[in-house]
């Protein structure tokens, strides 16, 4: 069974400073692991994903996550915060696995940077 | 190219009526997920389908939930005898053929059909 944790419901950044909302997995094979971003009343944005190869991933509107297998964590990361990153944040997990088409989400972080 | 589109935005329904949401995936996608977001939860897998056929459905309710995605036409997610516990928002995801993982990578959402059972 593939699952992901958010441990943090809530990350309270100011403007300006470096931000981090963490996720790890748990698959049992190699995973493809994803970040998606909601705001207000909308569906989810894709952001970033990690497949193979490097383990920093850089992804949409300067975010970038860096895959850790040894600690199955795979964080969230932006040097500067804006006040236009605040949204609710889903990390997601899916096993490299053909047939297994089935993302896994976790519980979703809500982030908000503080003027 | 138009997104993944459902429709209706916001849906009412009584106890015990019946919710049809639709979802109508991007052009070119064959594959079509069901999540349902609850309060302060994530998103929850309900099923997987591709044109004419339930792939997984191991997230849906045993009872009083059905999916299809026929042939022609968007894909319906269709809820008998709504309960209370039924109101969440439902949102739809395509992506494109599978068995090639490089394009099939990410899924593509819609805005979401918010249900509220009175």
């Known amino acids: 069974a593939q699952s992901v944790a958010q441990p943090e419901d809530q990350v309270n950044v100011a403007e300006g400073n470096p931000l981090t909302v963490k996720c790890t997995y748990s698959v049992s094979g190699n995973p493809y692991l994803f970040w998606y971003v909601q705001y207000p009343n909308r569906g989810l944005q894709f952001l970033l994903k990690?497949?193979?190869?490097?383990?920093l991933v850089k992804g949409s509107y300067g975010f970038e996550a860096e895959f850790n297998k040894s600690q199955t964590s795979f964080h969230l990361k932006k040097p500067s915060a804006l006040v236009s990153d605040s949204a609710l944040y889903f990390c997601?997990?899916?096993?490299?696995?053909?047939?297994?088409?089935?993302?896994?989400f976790g519980t979703g972080t809500r982030l908000t940077i503080i003027p | 190219n138009a997104g993944v589109m459902q429709n209706p935005r916001h849906l009412v329904r009584r106890r015990g009526q019946e919710a049809r949401l639709r979802c109508s995936p991007m052009?070119?996608?064959?594959?079509v997920y069901w999540y349902r977001q609850l309060p302060e939860e994530g998103l929850k897998f309900m099923v997987y389908l591709q044109k004419e056929n339930i792939i997984d459905e191991s997230g849906m309710p045993k009872e009083r939930f059905s999916a299809e995605f026929p042939k022609e036409g968007p894909s319906i997610l269709r809820i008998q005898q709504v309960v209370r516990g039924d109101s969440a928002a439902y949102f739809c995801?395509?992506?494109?053929?599978?068995?090639?993982?490089?394009?099939?990578?990410?899924?593509?959402f819609g805005s979401g059909t918010q249900l509220s059972v009175l």
């Open positions: 990690y497949i193979t190869g490097d383990n």
């Open positions: 995801a395509s992506s494109p053929n599978a068995g090639d993982f490089q394009t099939n990578e990410k899924l593509f």
């Open positions: 997601a997990v899916r096993e490299q696995n053909f047939g297994n088409e089935k993302l896994t």
């Open positions: 052009k070119g996608h064959s594959h």
